[in-house]
Structure formats: C-alpha cells, structure tokens
C-alpha cells in the first residue's frame, strides 16, 4: 500500500470548512484512498473513500487531484463533535485486505 | 441495521493468563479483521479472516491467535499474556466483495495485563 503523509495537527473553528490535506504520491492506480477518524479510545468511523472522482456522502467531500498523488477531506460546517484523529489510508482492499494506520491529523475545533 | 459488536467491553488480565475477545460483524458481513492500538501508538493490523479462513496475518507472535465461526462471528485469543498486550482491541467487518470492501469498527475491546 502506498504512504501517505497528513500534517500532525490543524485547528478549524466551529462553523467553519475544515480541510483536511493528505500527500500520496506513491498511490498505484488500482488503489483507493479512505477516510476515517477515531474520536478518544473509540473504534474508528469510516467517512469516505474514493478512487479519482470526487465523492460527497452526508458527512464530508473528498477532492482527489488529477494526478491522484494528493487528496482533500472537507467537512463542511465543523462541529466540537469533530474534534478527533483524521486517518487518510490508501489502499487496494480487494487483495492486501489490511488497512495501515499513520498517525494522522489530529483536528481540534474550537468555539 | 445493527453495526459491529464487540464484548467485553473491558477485560482485565494477569501476566501469563489468556485472554478471549469476541467480535460480530455487521449482518450479511463475511470478513472479520482484528487490529491492536496500544496506549500512544497507531493501529496495528492483526489478523484477517474471511468464510472461516485466516487470509493474512500482521507481524505478532503466535501466541495471538483466532478463528472464524460458520456465523462469521470472530474470537481472538491472546495467550501467555505479556504487561506490553494492554491495548485497545479493534474488530472490523467488511462484505467481502472486492469493489465495496470497507472496513466498518466496532467500539473495542480494552485489554489490561496486571
């Protein structure tokens, strides 16, 4: 699975678009890149996954360049509730099966 | 529609005793995937099962070891407990189809070695 790369820590006001950046520059074109985020000692929540379109669920946007090597998670009105760590994995899931773990953004939203 | 389960929620062990962490997958779910954070560190990918088979295995001993029941539920089994197991214990189901394969967690199991 190719690496990926997310800045450590980032702040968004409540209210505000939180965007999320994440390098993969190493990506193959087979692979998928997912979203997830774990808020404090809970299981991870999946949010979205793409694989060079831009997606949109209720929850957040993925904007993933042309040339696939970076993409964006948008969380359009953030909320205290998404103060959390923001996993960018990407992945072939239909052989490696396994999802590896950064370290991820950890996304603090403030009043 | 019910999501994963795990139980117990919060298991606490000695040294050299076994621990037995259970895990159901969402409905219709045949792959089961367990993976490992301990305090401070990321995910730890453990093990893969998927129609009753390991498919992959991450790099642990072998004293960590599973199965898969004909219900797809799951066990894992951590054996000769070490005080560096305590961790928090993550179970994932995903339906198996390659196009669709994403993997959704349940809450935990939070493993404590005394």
């Known amino acids: 699975d190719a690496k990926t790369t997310q800045p450590p820590s980032m702040d968004c006001a409540e209210g505000r678009a939180a965007n999320l950046p994440c390098n993969h520059s190493?990506?193959?074109?087979?692979?998928?890149v997912y979203w997830y985020r774990q808020i404090h000692s809970q299981g991870p929540q999946y949010i979205i996954h793409g694989l060079k379109n831009n997606e949109t669920n209720e929850m957040a946007s993925l904007i993933i360049t042309e040339d696939r090597k970076s993409s964006t998670l948008i969380l359009p009105h953030a909320t205290l509730r998404d103060t959390a760590v923001y996993y960018c994995i990407v992945t072939n899931t239909g052989t490696a099966s396994k999802l590896t773990f950064g370290t991820g953004t950890r996304l603090q939203v403030t009043l | 529609e019910a999501g994963v389960t795990q139980s117990p929620t919060h298991l606490i062990k000695t040294r050299g005793q076994q621990a037995t962490l259970r895990c159901s997958p969402i409905?219709?779910?045949?792959?089961v995937y367990w993976y490992q954070q301990a305090l401070g560190l990321g995910l730890q990918f453990l093990l893969w099962y998927d129609e009753g088979e390991e498919r992959n295995r991450g790099n642990f001993p072998p004293r960590f070891s599973g199965r898969q029941f004909p219900n797809y539920s799951s066990e894992l089994n951590v054996n000769a407990l070490e005080l560096e197991d305590s961790a928090l214990y993550l179970c994932?189901?995903?339906?198996?189809?390659?196009?669709?394969?994403?993997?959704?967690f349940g809450p935990g199991t939070r493993l404590t070695v005394l």
């Open positions: 409905s219709g779910h045949t792959s």
């Open positions: 994932a189901s995903s339906s198996g189809l390659l196009h669709t394969d994403t993997q959704y």
């Open positions: 190493t990506i193959s074109g087979n692979e998928y």
